[in-house]
Nanobody, 114 residues
Framework: VQLVESGGGLVQPGGSLRLSCAASGFTFSGYAMSWFRQAPGKERELVATISASGSRNYAVSVKGRFTISRDNGKNTVYLQMNSLKREDSAVYYC?????????WGQGTQVTVSS
């Protein structure tokens, strides 16, 4: 399993970013995919999940601002982040659990600052 995130960067409060996670090594279309984030000094938290069938769930803190989506033809999961706040600053990771084993990408840094 390999997961490679991209799309992070520096953005002003109120701005938008779209993160991508390219997956390989497993049958992408058959698995739920998740985005997590971890800010300095804080525990890693679940941000959003999309099931194999396309059902979505979000953390309360991002609901209405973030959208998770997937493109099974490209083996890629996305996280569209709008109305970003300073407290959204973190390293964002995508994750999948295959045969009970969790896998993570290397993460992509998102910094929300003026």
């Amino acid at each position: 399993v390999q997961l490679v995130e991209s799309g992070g960067g520096l953005v002003q409060p109120g701005g938008s970013l779209r993160l991508s996670c390219a997956a390989s090594g497993f049958t992408f279309s058959g698995y739920a995919m998740s985005w997590f984030r971890q800010a300095p000094g804080k525990e890693r938290e679940l941000v959003a999940t999309i099931s194999a069938s396309g059902s979505r769930n979000y953390a309360v803190s991002v609901k209405g601002r973030f959208t998770i989506s997937r493109d099974n033809g490209k083996n890629t999961v996305y996280l569209q982040m709008n109305s970003l706040k300073r407290e959204d600053s973190a390293v964002y990771y995508c994750s999948v659990r295959v045969y009970g084993l969790g896998s993570w990408g290397q993460g992509t840094q998102v910094t929300v600052s003026s």
